[in-house]
């Protein structure tokens, strides 16, 4: 199955008036910094605090009466919880989230916030796509993929698609957009609309270390899958493998991907904190922390890079901001 242009178009449409045009923010300390033009897409300001609502409201509104009625679940460690519990309030629709039982409390909470039903899981021992499918069977409900759904991809990319026209208002043509990859629907999305409409700018991904299943797939030119003993911090991103609809659009678009270390995405959060003045959780900071680490080189470039969350745990954030990680 393709996503075409047309479809982050009519996602777009879709969206107009719910979700927020998040800016792209220009930092003259980081342009300084990586010795380029860099510029920021803070989904950090995005409604729910992260990208996901984008996707999930692409897709539940385009849900019958009837399947509003019945209601449907996800499976998520928080951002897509948030994203589709949102979504579903302000449809008029029934939610229940399958969440890991470690997932932080700000999640958690923001998902009931959203009055969504909940049911945790262990993620190392239990499997989330089980539960939701046997759930969907008993209730009768729709099941909402945090990625591997073709309207949840086109719903993300609709983040590149104003990257693009972001970029072109303050005339300035992309060399590189870079973004955080798990699942892989975001990058999915976010480079079909990039190369549609600036087929020479490159996409490049960044993954936590240990969870690095995509550069290792586009390595091997096969789905690989993640060691069960890894372990990260960066809680929205810790996905066992490409999604089997996001994965041939990544093989296809990606010019490649950089593994980042907990200690390099912590560095990042501060820099973020400090310098940009934004706050970003640890999965929705691994590009930039790809390009503070000089992962990928930004010298010389044009580039966009995807801030997609700031939900990060008050606790976690105050070891981060004081150097403990």
């Not at 679940?73 to 897509?80: D, E, I, R």
């Not at 091997?220 to 991103?237: H, K, N």
Request: proline residues 5%.
């Amino acid at each position: 199955m393709t996503i075409a242009l047309s479809d982050i178009q009519a996602a777009a449409a879709r969206l107009a008036g719910r979700a927020v045009r998040t800016p792209l923010i220009e930092s003259p300390a980081l342009n300084e910094r990586l010795g380029g033009r860099v510029l920021i897409k803070a989904e950090t300001l995005q409604r729910a605090g992260a990208f996901k609502f984008r996707g999930a409201y692409n897709r539940l509104s385009q849900l019958s009466q009837d399947e509003r009625r019945r209601g449907v679940v996800a499976f998520s460690s928080g951002n897509h919880a948030q994203g589709v519990a949102l979504a579903a309030r302000l449809l008029d629709c029934p939610a229940l989230i399958v969440m890991p039982s470690d997932s932080p409390a700000v999640k958690v909470e923001g998902t009931r916030g959203f009055r969504a039903e909940i049911r945790f899981y262990d993620r190392f021992t239990e499997d989330r796509v089980a539960i939701a499918d046997q759930i969907a069977a008993e209730r009768g409900c729709v099941v909402v993929p945090s990625y591997d759904d073709p309207h949840i991809i086109a719903g993300q990319g609709t983040v590149g698609l104003e990257i693009v026209e972001q970029a072109r208002a303050l005339d300035l043509d992309l060399d590189l957009v870079l973004s955080p990859v798990g699942g892989g629907g975001l990058i999915a999305g976010v480079s079909t609309a990039v190369k549609a409409l600036s087929p020479a700018t490159a996409i490049w991904g960044a993954e936590p270390a240990g969870f690095d299943e995509t550069r290792r797939s586009l390595a091997s030119g096969r789905r690989e899958t993640v060691d069960p003993q890894a372990r990260s911090f960066c809680d929205a991103l810790l996905t066992p493998t490409p999604g089997e609809l996001t994965w041939p659009i990544n093989q296809r678009n990606l010019a490649g991907v950089a593994a980042v270390t907990d200690a390099e995405v912590a560095d990042a959060m501060r820099y973020a904190f400090s310098v940009l003045k934004l706050v970003v959780e640890p999965g929705g900071c691994v590009a930039l922390a790809a390009g503070l680490a000089g992962k990928i080189d930004l010298n010389g470039k044009a580039a966009a890079i995807v801030c997609s969350g700031g939900n990060v745990d008050p606790a976690l954030y105050g070891r981060v901001l004081g150097g403990e990680i």
